[in-house]
């Protein structure tokens, strides 16, 4: 199998470079001088990714090039992979991620995009294809998901990017790993956990308590992007780790009640939950229950980041009834850990984590900064 020699640095691309997880892997890529050229391939421009700052510095560095492509359209997808050097390793974290859309725009924006670049991929005869897919797979509350275990996927997203997972190994000469993560949250988040502290500013705003479906014991297992973007350069390096797949989830377990716990800490609210009975009785009438819970959120965050000057956020605390269900994320670490090595620099969840987030809203001025404590 042809490696890198000691002295070269990988020549790579990003695919979906410019969003959460992409933009958090170039930094690192980039800031701990592991490549001698990236390529960062997104149909949004960075101009209008709503980078931090130290996001938007990535994109003057000598090292990348940025290059817009529709990786859905096949002609476009080519021309995306299209180099007069070899491209050593590439990284998907493109695909739609938006909860809320239609079956086929999934299908579309995960699975046609997906087997699009992995089949380009296996064609430039890369190194290493890295798939990010994700975890949201029906488990029993007793057991966590297996890497090698087939479960029921509760959201859209993760319908087709299982089925992503299976067609790789349908691909001749690709030689690809998966990276299966659970809910990614850090600087750059607007989807993973950024809801829920949405919803926790609200309910400071209003000074009310804050009330959730089901209980605390519910299973959001968790992983910080920082984490996600080490274990995918971590696995280029070893060879074992080709054709296998990977749960990324740090060691913390984290639960509705671990996370709202730290939610209502950093906002200074009080919590509640409804409790399994009265949930079930909401469930037979969930869309207009889940209507009238986004309608009671979205005016208060609206009147809360006028009040502050925020005049335009791509934040929002509205969540999708896919993901109010009480399906838990529950998934089983320790093979990546124990079989190539790799360590977790954020082994759980934490306040510190959070505030983080937090601050980096405030300093691109997308959170009300006089909700943040």
């Known amino acids: 199998m042809a490696t890198l020699t000691c002295d070269k640095k990988a020549r790579v691309i990003v695919l979906g470079g410019c969003g959460f997880i992409g933009r958090n892997l170039v930094e690192y890529l980039l800031n701990n001088d592991l490549v001698s050229y990236v390529r960062v391939v997104d149909k949004v421009p960075p101009q209008t990714a709503w980078l931090n700052a130290n996001h938007q510095r990535l994109f003057e560095h000598s090292l990348l090039e940025f290059k817009s492509a529709n990786l859905i359209n096949t002609a476009s997808c080519q021309n995306a992979f299209l180099s007069d050097e070899p491209i050593d390793y590439v990284f998907n974290c493109a695909g739609e991620t938006k909860s809320g859309l239609t079956d086929p725009v999934y299908k579309e924006g995960i699975y046609k995009l997906s087997i699009n670049c992995a089949q380009q991929a296996a064609k430039i005869g890369a190194l290493r294809y890295v798939e990010i897919s994700a975890g949201n797979v029906n488990v029993s509350v007793k057991a966590p998901l297996k890497e090698n275990e087939v479960g029921e996927p509760w959201t859209f997203v993760t319908k087709y990017k299982l089925q992503v997972e299976y067609e790789l190994r349908n691909i001749p000469d690709l030689k690809y790993t998966i990276l299966r993560p659970a809910i990614v949250y850090g600087c750059g988040d607007k989807n993973g956990l950024a809801p829920r502290l949405v919803v926790g500013a609200v309910y400071k705003h209003l000074g009310e308590m804050m009330k959730l479906l089901w209980g605390p ?114 998934l089983q670490p320790g093979k990546l850990t124990n079989t190539t090595g790799f360590t977790y620099l954020y082994p759980t969840l934490t306040k510190d984590a959070l505030i983080e987030v937090l601050n980096d809203y405030v300093s691109m001025r997308i959170f009300p900064h006089s909700l943040v404590l």
């Open 217 to 330: 014991d519910l299973h959001m297992n968790t992983v910080h992007v920082k984490d996600v973007a080490r274990a995918i350069w971590h696995v280029t390096s070893r060879p074992e780790t080709i054709g296998q797949t990977y749960n990324l989830v740090d060691e913390g377990d984290s639960t509705q009640g671990s996370i709202s716990a730290i939610v209502s800490e950093l906002f200074n609210i009080n919590h509640d939950y409804w409790g399994m009975v009265m949930s079930s009785v909401v469930k037979t009438d969930m869309s207009s229950i889940v209507e009238r819970i986004n309608d009671k959120h979205m005016g208060p965050w609206a009147e809360a980041c006028r009040k502050d000057g925020v005049e335009n956020s791509p934040l929002s605390p509205y969540i999708d009834q896919e993901l109010l269900y009480d399906k838990h994320l529950y």
